[in-house]
Nanobody, 126 residues
Framework: VQLQASGGGLVQPGNSLRLSCAAS????????MGWFRRAPGKEREFVSV????????YYADSVKGRFTISRDNAKTSVYLQMNSLKPEDTAVYYCAASRPGTITSQLRHGGSYDYWGQGTQVTVSS
């Protein structure tokens, strides 16, 4: 297993969750680590990405200002802090590592990532 996502759960609207993605040493050769999600009956959606070298971050408009992506100093884990959660945030969340040579204009596309975690369920409901 190269990527292990965790931290999902059931929360009420307005509350917070923190997702974690633990990466193996091999996966850490990647430059970008991203989070995607898939809601029931919908296509996979880009959420956020971080450049593990520079710390550059990028967010989908739907989560900007509410979610924060970060990495640890050892660059072995990536996190997604999710605040002010809404029912529409309900989905399975996946972390992913980018393919070599991926450029910033490609970061929103799932095809730019070749390693994926198993997913963690986030349910926002009262």
């Amino acid at each position: 297993v190269q990527l292990q996502a965790s931290g999902g759960g059931l929360v009420q609207p307005g509350n917070s969750l923190r997702l974690s993605c633990a990466a193996s040493e091999r996966t850490l050769r990647t430059r970008y680590m991203g989070w995607f999600r898939r809601a029931p009956g919908k296509e996979r959606e880009f959420v956020s990405v971080i450049d593990v070298r520079s710390g550059y971050t990028y967010y989908a408009d739907s989560v900007k200002g509410r979610f924060t992506i970060s990495r640890d100093n050892a660059k072995t884990s990536v996190y997604l802090q999710m605040n002010s959660l809404k029912p529409e945030d309900t989905a399975v969340y996946y972390c992913a590592a980018s393919r070599p040579g991926t450029i910033t204009s490609q970061l929103r596309h799932g095809g730019s990532y070749d390693y994926w975690g198993q997913g963690t369920q986030v349910t926002v409901s009262s």
